[in-house]
């Protein structure tokens, strides 16, 4: 390790503004801060120390994916051998998964990357750490069977657009995973709608499919009024679905990881959740039997994307809202416009990305007039001497 740092110390004064290669200042300093941690300390003034700063925060929300990606692997060879009735082993769902998901981390990850990278070197600036978390939350929020080609488009889109041209990481408005969804959704829908592209070979070799295997989602079963599994398996996850969103028990094991850490708002989660069941234990209510309306609530929980995204997106620092009164209207309304997407919106079956992109929008009114409340609030407990 002491060599590797003597080699590094020795070739950054070439790196430096002034030297000969200070053109790739930002590039050099990326690299050495992934590989070493930075030596730099506060010099005067007060300060407040903490040991967790961007990398970390990153390094936890990786490591709370980790079992939605497990399980997603799984899933996709365990779906794909359902579909053609392989009878595939445990060891060969899991290796048939990962040889179909790694193309799509690798070119989520080379592509955003060279973005970040690129944007860093034309503005002087250094390479954010952000786009580490982004560059796996956006496979698994995809179709197995997407395009390489459609999710570059859709990771410079998200990065582009969705970040750079604000600012870069802690800049954005939106969530720059849920961009990338919706530029797919948008531009090519055939690609992310439908029952073909949730299983892996489902669209080339639909043929080959064992009677009864159909492919459809939950959410696309419950709204067309077909049986969808139980809440057990939905629950667990071995269903067609976006590669990380299946399994509801896999998320809300990251879910523990992200509050217990402090990553997460937990405030965020709950209200969310909050939001959902009471929009949904109303339109259970109201609705007619054996409608839409009236599939139970608690099935909503464990299907599509909300878990998904009630933790890993909706709880996002940069685009949730700020103040914590504000976190619990947030995420109340984002559970509420999920279900009221999902009953009455017949065009966009799963409802949570509109949702969380709406309220990103909104999140900074929502802590405006928070604020403002309290700035009266306080006013009017002023004592004027």
């Known amino acids: 390790m002491k060599g590797l740092i003597n080699k590094i110390n020795k070739i950054r004064p070439s790196f430096e503004k002034g030297g000969?290669?200070?053109a790739l200042h930002s590039t050099f300093d990326a690299f050495a801060s992934f590989m070493l941690v930075p030596d730099t300390v506060t010099k005067s003034g007060s300060h407040i120390r903490d040991c967790v700063d961007l990398k970390r925060i990153m390094s936890i929300m990786i490591f709370a994916l980790l079992p939605a990606l497990l399980f997603g692997i799984w899933n996709t060879g365990d779906q794909h051998s359902l579909a053609f009735g392989l009878g595939m082993s445990f060891w060969g769902?899991?290796?048939?998964?990962?040889?179909?998901?790694?193309?799509l981390i690798l070119v989520s990850?080379?592509?955003g990357l060279a973005i970040e990278f690129i944007s860093a070197q034309i503005n002087g600036h250094e390479v954010n750490e952000g786009y580490l978390v982004t560059g796996m939350l956006i496979p698994l929020v995809m179709p197995i069977d997407v395009p390489l080609w459609i999710l570059?488009?859709?990771?410079?889109?998200?990065?582009v657009i969705g970040k750079e041209v604000f600012?870069?990481?802690?800049m954005n408005i939106w969530n720059p995973t849920l961009l990338a969804r919706a530029f797919v959704f948008f531009a090519y829908p055939s690609h992310i709608s439908g029952d073909s592209v949730w299983v892996a070979g489902l669209a080339n070799h639909s043929a080959q499919l064992v009677d009864g295997f159909s492919g459809a989602t939950p959410l696309a079963q419950a709204?067309?009024?077909?049986?969808?599994?139980?809440?057990?398996?939905?629950?667990?996850?071995?269903?067609?679905?976006s590669v990380g969103e299946t399994s509801t028990i896999a998320i809300l094991?990251?879910?523990?990881i992200l509050i217990y850490t402090g990553v997460a708002s937990w405030k965020i989660m709950v209200s969310c959740l909050a939001g959902a069941l009471a929009v949904g234990l109303l339109a259970n209510g109201l609705a007619t039997p054996g409608t839409y309306a009236a599939y139970p609530v608690?099935?909503?929980?464990?299907?599509g994307g909300f878990a998904f995204g009630t933790v890993f997106m909706a709880t996002d620092p940069v685009t949730s809202a700020q103040t914590e009164t504000g976190k619990w209207i947030y995420g109340f309304l984002i559970g509420a416009m999920v279900i009221v997407l999902r009953l009455f919106n017949p065009g966009y079956k799963e409802g949570m990305m509109l949702a969380i992109l709406l309220m990103n929008t909104f999140a900074p009114l929502i802590d405006y007039y928070v604020v403002e409340s309290n700035i009266k609030k306080r006013m009017k407990r002023a004592v004027i001497k």
Do not use: E, R
């Open 20 to 22: 000969k290669f200070g």
């Open 298 to 303: 608690w099935n909503h929980l464990v299907m």
């Open 223 to 241: 709204s067309s009024g077909i049986a969808t599994p139980g809440f057990m398996q939905m629950f667990i996850g071995n269903i067609p679905g």
């Open 93 to 103: 769902k899991v290796w048939y998964g990962f040889i179909k998901l790694l193309p």
């Open 167 to 170: 600012g870069g990481t802690g």
């Open 152 to 159: 570059a488009l859709s990771v410079i889109f998200a990065v």
């Open 109 to 111: 990850y080379i592509v």
């Open 253 to 256: 094991i990251g879910a523990a």
